[in-house]
């Protein structure tokens, strides 16, 4: 079983794509470590009436070619080096769909399902009190996470208008749309893993209409089963799994039935007609296109051998290990990384961030189509890359983010 440090693979990933480019070492020490980390404790009066300190951090990882952008998780397991790997990550993901933005990410060291609503307000506005000093529209602009949602953006953005004592809502993204959020954003991170999917059939010639199944139905898995059929003009989902149950049909779900059924019992476990499957079970099954929505780590070299799907579309962030991503290669499966296949999200949050300077908000077919736009290019541009230097989509992914960057740190003549 593989145990590793994210960050140092991360790390690892940005010099293999440095050698690729021939970067030289100062500007792989500029790469390879983060530009800026803050790391603070705060307090806050808890229910029970004593005082809990909360050790949290803020990272921007680089900001050569914008404001660091990213999110703000809250997890009981948060170290430092999860989030200085999850903010070299969205460096390159910003990079590679060429948004004007840097990297960044921040957590709270915290258990959310212990907390009431008013701790989870207090900490909330307790965390974005200690970073409002090196956050800023011009600067840095954060989103949710893990446990984190568009409610703890709104109590962030009220508490940081409070002490600029001015309006700013686009200090935060992924906001309500009563308070500066934008269409689209519910649905744009799996828009844009289908998106991913539209293109590479093209370009493979694999068939979308076939099957497709989905690990995690969560706030991306639920959109993807029901964009996959609407952007791809079909295709039979036949498994799908929460933390709770993996479930299959052979003859395929309805996604919008299935969809109901998650939000009326919280869980897939019961759908009428579905036999339930062994979590691993459901990422070795013969399908056409495969799904990763869940978490980390989910293809191993234990179960990357087995995998039978011709495209996968990593949805969730690091779903994939470097063992299991050596194995899919050399099977010949087309993965579409993380940072390419999950950008739609930041994508609209960015579009979010322009609608909110300009105050003028775009429809729902205005953020669509702006966004498959981008997302289209972004995967030619990594094909080609891919094609140029004979490498794998997630090196080639890399190495347009990396190199990017790399051009603006030395545009700017830090290096
Ligand atoms: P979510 O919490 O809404 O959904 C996650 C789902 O995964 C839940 O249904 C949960 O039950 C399920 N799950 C957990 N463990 C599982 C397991 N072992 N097997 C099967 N299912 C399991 O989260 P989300 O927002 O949908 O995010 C999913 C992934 O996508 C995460 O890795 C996240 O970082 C990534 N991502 C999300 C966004 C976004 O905009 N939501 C953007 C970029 C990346």
Partial sequence: MESYNSFKV?????????????????????LIYPQREFKFTFPVRMDDGKVKVFHAWRIQYNYARGPAKGGIRFHPEETVDTIRALACWMTWKTAVVDLPLGGGKGGVCCDPKTMSE????????????????????????????????????????????????????????????????????????????VINVREACKVYGFDPTKTYAIQGFGNAGQRAALLHQEILG???????????????????????????????????????GAKEIQHNELLTLDVEILYPAALENAITSQNADNIKAKIISELANGPTTPEADIILNKKGVHVIPDILASAGGVTVSYFEMVQDKYSYFWDEEQVQQRLDKKISKAYHT????LREKKIHPRLAAMVVGVARVAEACKLRGWV
């Avoid at 919280?266 to 759908?271: A, H, I, Q, R, Y």
């Avoid at 990594?382 to 890359?385: D, G, L, M, N, T």
């Fill in 234 to 272: 079909g295709g039979k989902l036949i498994a799908v799994s929460d933390s709770r149950a993996a479930i299959f049909n052979p003859d395929g779900f309805d996604p919008k039935e299935l969809v109901m059924h998650k939000l009326k019992t919280g869980t897939v476990k019961n759908f009428p």
């Fill in 118 to 193: 008013r701790e989870l307000e207090a900490v909330s506005r307790g965390y974005i009190r200690a970073i409002a000093p090196i956050i800023g529209i011009e600067r840095d602009i954060p989103a949710p996470d893990v446990y984190t949602n568009p409610q703890t953006m709104t109590w962030m953005m009220d508490e940081y208008e409070t002490i600029v004592n001015n309006h700013q809502p686009g200090i935060l993204t992924d906001k309500p749309q009563q308070v500066g959020g934008t269409e689209g954003r519910r649905d744009a991170t799996a828009r844009g893993g």
């Fill in 382 to 385: 990594v094909q080609e890359a």
């Fill in 10 to 30: 991360a790390q690892q990933q940005v010099m293999e794509s440095a050698k690729l480019l021939n970067l030289d070492q100062a500007t792989i020490e500029l």
